[in-house]
């Protein structure tokens, strides 16, 4: 089991990069792939990015790709989404989230994923 805590979040204007970082919990995070999700105000929650146990492989989201950069450290247990060019429709709640796997591959689905951290809020103004 693993236990997740998002923190970075803040409100920035548009144009501006943030930091997000989600520490896990436990001695196992390099069997666990990563995933970042968000969700605005009356929307439903959707994929951001994703990483791999080794985070040789990564995913992202069309509307991110090219401003968005997911990583890792599992010396420190902990997963980082680099975000630049933020714009106004990034706004929203960013949740980090992790899945154990025998392989070293990504998913976009959030119905793979079994723990979910509380959330970081991330607010970009126009």
């Known amino acids: 089991q693993v236990q997740l805590v998002e923190s970075g979040g803040r409100l920035v204007q548009a144009g501006a990069s943030l930091r997000v970082s989600c520490a896990a919990s436990?001695?196992?995070?390099?069997?666990?792939?990563m995933g970042w999700f968000r969700q605005a105000p009356g929307k439903e929650r959707e994929f951001v990015a994703a990483?791999?146990?080794?985070?040789?492989?990564?995913e992202y989201a069309d509307a991110v790709k090219g401003r968005f950069t997911i990583s890792r450290d599992n010396a420190k247990n902990t997963v980082y989404l680099q975000m630049n060019s933020l714009k106004p429709e990034d706004t929203g709640v960013y949740y980090c989230?992790?899945?154990?796997?025998?392989?070293?591959?990504?998913?976009?689905?959030?119905?793979?994923?079994?723990?979910w951290g509380q959330g970081t809020q991330v607010t970009v103004s126009s």
């Open positions: 989230a992790a899945d154990w796997t025998g392989g070293d591959y990504v998913t976009r689905l959030a119905r793979s994923y079994d723990y």
């Open positions: 436990g001695r196992t995070f390099s069997s666990y792939r």
């Open positions: 990483i791999s146990r080794s985070g040789g492989s990564t």
